[in-house]
Every structure is written in structure tokens, then in C-alpha cells.
């Protein structure tokens, strides 16, 4: 009895690390770019910080730091266990 609960454990268990560790990839993601965005956007209003006037505008930073950010998780989802 003790090792076919054994076996069926060790089955189980190799059927949900696979699932386990992609949801942790994606949590890990996940926080790598929350964490980046801020650094995206403070790069982007030095940057344009002695552009013309539209540059300077918000709406125009938080655009580019959108399509950054866009493409960095376009990039990172090419990525796979």
C-alpha cells in the first residue's frame, strides 16, 4: 500500500512542477516589470527633458514609456520554460 501511495505521490508531484514553475515565471515576470517601469519612465523624461514643448508633456512621456514597456513584455513572453 505504501508504495503504490508512493508512486501515485511521486506521479502527482512530477504532473504539478511543471505548473508550479510556470506560474512562478510569470509572477517573477510579472514583478520584474512593475519594477523596470519606473526606471522606463524616468529614462524617457531625461531624455526628452530638453526636447520641444510636446515632448515634455506627460502624456507624450507616459506614451513612449508605454510602447517600451509593450515591447520589453513582447519580448519576455517569447520566452518559455
Same mark, same amino acid.
Given at each position: #500500500?505504501r508504495m503504490?501511495?508512493?508512486?501515485i505521490?511521486d506521479?502527482?508531484?512530477?504532473?504539478?512542477?511543471?505548473?508550479i514553475? %510556470?506560474?512562478? *515565471?510569470?509572477? %517573477?515576470?510579472?514583478? *520584474?516589470?512593475?519594477? &523596470?517601469?519606473?526606471? /522606463?519612465? !524616468?529614462? /524617457?523624461?531625461?531624455a *526628452?527633458?530638453?526636447?520641444? !514643448?510636446?515632448? +515634455?508633456d506627460?502624456?507624450?512621456?507616459? /506614451? &513612449?514609456?508605454?510602447?517600451? #514597456? +509593450?515591447?520589453? +513584455?513582447? +519580448? *519576455?513572453?517569447?520566452? !518559455?520554460i
Open positions: #500500500m503504490i501511495a508512493a508512486e505521490a506521479q502527482k508531484i512530477a504532473a504539478i512542477v511543471p505548473q514553475q %510556470a506560474v512562478a *515565471l510569470q509572477q %517573477a515576470r510579472d514583478e *520584474l516589470l512593475r519594477a &523596470i517601469a519606473f526606471d /522606463v519612465e !524616468t529614462v /524617457v523624461q531625461v *526628452l527633458h530638453n526636447g520641444e !514643448t510636446i515632448f +515634455r506627460k502624456k507624450t512621456q507616459r /506614451v &513612449i514609456a508605454d510602447n517600451i #514597456m +509593450r515591447e520589453i +513584455r513582447k +519580448r *519576455l513572453d517569447r520566452f !518559455t
